[in-house]
């Protein structure tokens, strides 16, 4: 197993030699590689959209299949590129690395549908060899968990790690006990909760990308998703989000806003009175009002810290799972029964984008929930780390295997209940099933959707120059629509020759891309037609083999 120290002696020797290794060739990936990656430009030129990757798994035990839809998806948006994430830098993946406490070496695993709880292991596999095809090598990836127990890397992950040749670590001792060299300290001096946060090295670290890949899942925060996983960067006990309104989880005063629970009171009282929810649930422990809001300041507190250095947010919901770790509302009707079995579900889907609020508001609302109703959103869009908690005003693209990535209306995608306990409505001569969904009507406030303020929602037919240019073969060319109708964009050779049509149906108003795979083209000049009744444009762009 590499140390830290012998990493950055390795990478120090190395210099910038490491950034002329190829990519390692499979059918999607033939482009030189350039010495940089990242998330794909349009992503990037989209922070506030998120993006739904649909995938074909036809089981939750299918491996194989689960390990391709992690590499297509990888191929997909994660991507070579002129500038971006030097291929020197270290990449620690955060997967949710959990399984059912109660069920190890116990028969009821035969009962239920599966006993990892977690980001799925085969998945996390896909994701890091279609990393490694881009130049990085197996000791610049690195697995990172804190909470669990060891006991949780040894049903998939261990081997898993073992067969990537990743560095894969629980990293279990508290601060104080754990190494020096494993964790980077983080100063957060206007936090609510923390003035001072060690993550696990190599997150946070001035040369890393994180790569956040959270579960499809429920449990007591209601449906957790990216920005709830990261809660398990931190060391421990920093990580104990999850206590009460009072309690200053062990750490040391000094780390410590000294007047955090005047400050949380008051959002509190603001959220309560502004009517969020479930707020006045009483109580004096996590699973209050209160509590919520205290929970929700400590989990803005650390995403505010890592937002600088998380690449991506991704959403593993090719199946989800309801109820808490090992108990769930099933079988059917069983939704008074604390004890009954949790479920998996096939979604099929892969939900990513740059904001971890705005991926988790959509990742709610395909899970059957109504986003609203939740707090945490709230504080969220508060604190500038959301720009609104209204799932219909965030633009949603479908994001496809060839690349294409078009605006679609939330509504088109399906939605798959996903059963919690949260904030139960049992007090105030209030009744709900233990299990339930968290989908009561909720009455936004007035505001444009976010696409009215960017490039999402264009005044004017635009067509951008095709991204990169050379290239070979891969290209994206983007595309805006002021209104909806029927969209067409052609390639065509030198000699004027219709060779390939991108794209040829009806599209919504907004931002739109499309990819060129000139793989069987020879190289050369060609030209690219854009076409919207009556509006024409050409541009050109250059093949080189």
């Not at 890397?153 to 508290?174: C, D, H, I, N, P």
């Not at 629970?261 to 309560?272: C, E, G, P, S």
């Not at 509590?291 to 300041?297: D, I, L, P, Q, V």
């Not at 099929?348 to 508001?361: C, E, P, S």
Request: one cysteine or more; hydrophobic letters at 35%.
């Amino acid at each position: 197993m590499i140390t830290r120290r012998r990493f950055i002696q390795t990478m120090a020797a190395t210099g910038t030699a490491a950034m002329a290794v190829p990519i390692h060739a499979l059918s999607s990936r033939t482009q030189a590689s350039t010495g940089y990656f990242g998330s794909h430009p349009f992503i990037d030129n989209h922070p506030d959209s998120v993006f739904i990757y649909r995938t074909l798994v036809d089981g939750d035990k299918n491996s194989a299949a689960k390990k391709q839809a992690g590499l297509e998806f990888t191929r997909a948006v994660i991507v070579p590129k002129t500038d971006g994430v030097p291929l020197t830098h270290l990449v620690p993946i955060k997967p949710n690395i959990r399984v059912n406490p109660t069920l190890v070496g116990a028969a009821k695993y035969a009962t239920v549908s599966g006993d990892f709880v977690g980001t799925d292991v085969y998945f996390t596999e896909g994701v890091i060899e279609g990393l490694k095809e881009l130049g990085l090598s197996a000791n610049q990836i690195f697995l990172r968990e804190v909470n669990g127990t060891a006991t949780s890397f040894t049903l998939g992950y261990t081997e898993m790690s073992k067969r990537a040749g990743v560095e894969l670590r629980f990293m279990g001792q508290s601060v104080g006990t754990i190494s020096a060299n494993d964790i980077i300290w983080t100063d957060t001096p206007e936090n609510l909760f923390y003035r001072k946060m060690p993550h696990l090295w190599p997150i946070n670290s001035k040369n890393s990308w994180l790569l956040n890949i959270a579960k499809m899942k429920t449990h007591g925060m209601c449906v957790t998703l990216c920005a709830k996983n990261l809660q398990g960067t931190l060391a421990i006990p920093y990580q104990l989000h999850c206590n009460g309104p009072t309690s200053t989880l062990g750490i040391q005063s000094a780390h410590l806003n000294s007047n955090f629970q005047t400050d949380i009171k008051a959002n509190f009282d603001r959220h309560k009175a502004d009517k969020v929810p479930r707020w006045d649930r009483p109580g004096s422990d996590w699973n209050c009002g209160l509590g919520m809001e205290t929970w929700a300041s400590r989990n803005t507190d650390n995403n505010a810290a890592l937002a600088a250095k998380t690449g991506l947010h991704i959403i593993e919901a090719v199946y989800g799972r309801d109820g808490d770790f090992s108990r769930g509302p099933n079988p059917s009707g069983n939704d008074n029964n604390q004890n009954g079995d949790p479920l998996n579900y096939m979604m099929n889907y892969i939900i990513f984008g740059k904001n971890a609020y705005h991926v988790d508001i959509i990742g709610h609302w395909l899970a059957g929930h109504e986003p609203g109703n939740l707090g945490l959103f709230h504080l969220a869009k508060d604190r500038g780390l959301a720009k609104t908690f209204n799932p219909m005003n965030i633009p949603v693209y479908e994001w496809k295997a060839g690349g294409t990535a078009a605006l679609i209306p939330l509504a088109n995608f399906t939605r798959t209940p996903l059963k919690t306990y949260y904030l139960q409505r049992n007090y105030s001569g209030q009744t709900e099933p233990f299990w339930h969904l968290v989908n009561e009507p909720y009455t936004y406030p007035a505001e444009s959707p976010l696409g009215v303020a960017d490039k999402s929602e264009p005044r004017a037919f635009v067509l951008h120059q095709n991204h990169p240019n050379p290239f070979n073969p891969f290209t994206s060319i983007e595309y805006d629509l002021p209104r909806s109708g029927f969209t067409r964009l052609e390639v065509y050779n030198s000699n004027g020759q219709l060779v390939d049509v991108l794209v040829d149906g009806y599209q919504a108003r907004g931002a739109h891309m499309a990819v060129w795979n000139s793989h069987t083209r020879s190289s050369g000049t060609y030209f690219y037609r854009f076409r919207f009744g009556d509006f024409t444009e050409t541009k050109k762009m250059v093949l080189l083999k």
